[in-house]
């Protein structure tokens, strides 16, 4: 489906507003691949990411009166679906600190290639990137995996994080540097 044009997103917004489940489907629908595409990243596991879409969702009907008929519905659920990744992030940590499982799983990439060693090499080289930018503290990884994988302007993710463009700006260059170093320690 095409993103909703200005005048019908007001009027699906006000009618979700009033509780017409129909139309806060159709203003939402458009953006569940891009939300879910968003949280993998930011988690590393497809499952958890539709869970976290699923509940920020949920959250944004439950309190749908907060939304503003004027502005568009994309940037506020890409924020939703953040704040749900970071809360999911942070319970990670205490699991991991009071030694408890993570639930974490390791997401193969899909590879049409004919040669196994290549796709098991690809596979391996993705998965260590996933890891090293789940590493990264949640504010760089925030803004990296918004300008860099998800195509964000450094404004738009600045609007989006709730912080300056020149944040945003240094917190990619920071997360690129760690992710550079981690890398060149896997090589040496």
């Known amino acids: ?15 979700a507003i009033a509780g017409d489940k129909r139309a806060f489907t159709t203003l939402v629908e458009h953006e569940i691949a891009r939300l879910i595409a968003l949280a993998t990243r930011m988690l590393g596991s497809p499952s958890q990411a539709e869970d976290v879409v699923q509940d920020g969702l949920a959250s944004v009907w439950l309190t749908r009166h907060r939304l503003d008929p004027s502005k568009p519905i994309g940037p506020y659920l890409t924020t939703i679906v ?11 940590k205490v699991a ?11 997401d193969a990439v899909a590879d049409d290639a ?7 090499g690809a596979r391996e080289q993705l998965r260590l990137v996933q890891v090293e930018i789940g590493r990264l503290p949640v504010r760089l990884q925030e803004a990296l995996v918004l300008v860099t994988v998800e195509g964000y302007s450094q404004a738009e ?7 300056t ?10 997360a690129r540097n760690r992710l550079k170093e981690r890398f060149e320690n896997f090589e040496g």
Not at 1 to 15: H, K
Not at 98 to 103: E, I, K, N, V
């Open 165 to 174: 463009e020149k944040a945003v700006e240094t917190r990619i260059y920071r």
């Open 82 to 92: 953040l704040n749900k990744c970071r809360d999911k992030l942070r319970r990670r």
């Open 114 to 120: 004919p040669n196994p060693e290549n796709v098991a």
């Open 96 to 106: 991991g600190f009071l030694g408890l499982p993570s639930g974490r799983e390791a």
């Open 157 to 163: 993710a600045a609007e989006l994080l709730g912080t």
């Open 1 to 15: 489906m095409a993103a909703v044009d200005d005048t019908s997103n007001a009027a699906l917004i006000g009618r």
